[in-house]
Structure formats: structure tokens, C-alpha cells
């Protein structure tokens, strides 16, 4: 049970990132660092270490995106 509470947590969290930068919304890089928590936590109790990979990747992708944003783009 405690899986799927994580599951359906990390999942709601993700959704969310996902509407946040598809609005253009810079904070949806801060909202995917604490979203890859509940993920660790599901690959850590359910053993899948490859969603411990894909975590990481989305830190270094979050950190990286949110450092590159540029609020004034120039055209």
C-alpha cells in the first residue's frame, strides 16, 4: 500500500512539472528536484535501480535547465 501512496504521490508531482514547463513556468525545474525524492524512495522499497539512473539524470536535467533559463530571450 505504502508503494502506491509513493506511486501515485511521485506521479501527481511529475504531472505537475510537466504543465508547469509547458506553461513556460522556470519553477518547474525546482518542483522536478523535490518530485525526483518520492521517486528514490519507490526504486529504493520496490528495487527497480533503474529508476534510480533515470533520477539522477533528472537532477542533472533540472539543475541544468534551471540554470540555462533565460527569462528576456533574444530573437
Known amino acids: 500500500m505504502l508503494i502506491l501512496i509513493i506511486a501515485i504521490w ?3 508531482q511529475t504531472l505537475t512539472v510537466m504543465y508547469m514547463l509547458s506553461n513556460k513556468n522556470r519553477w ?3 518542483v522536478s528536484l523535490t518530485n525526483q525524492i518520492p521517486w ?3 526504486a529504493l522499497l520496490a528495487h527497480t535501480y533503474g529508476t534510480l539512473l533515470l533520477s ?3 537532477v ?3 539543475i541544468r535547465g534551471w ?3 533565460n ?3 533574444t530573437r
Open 10 to 12: 511521485a506521479s501527481i
Open 28 to 30: 518547474g525545474f525546482m
Open 40 to 42: 528514490v524512495i519507490l
Open 56 to 58: 539522477t539524470a533528472m
Open 60 to 62: 542533472y536535467i533540472s
Open 67 to 69: 540554470r540555462r533559463w
Open 71 to 73: 527569462d528576456n530571450p
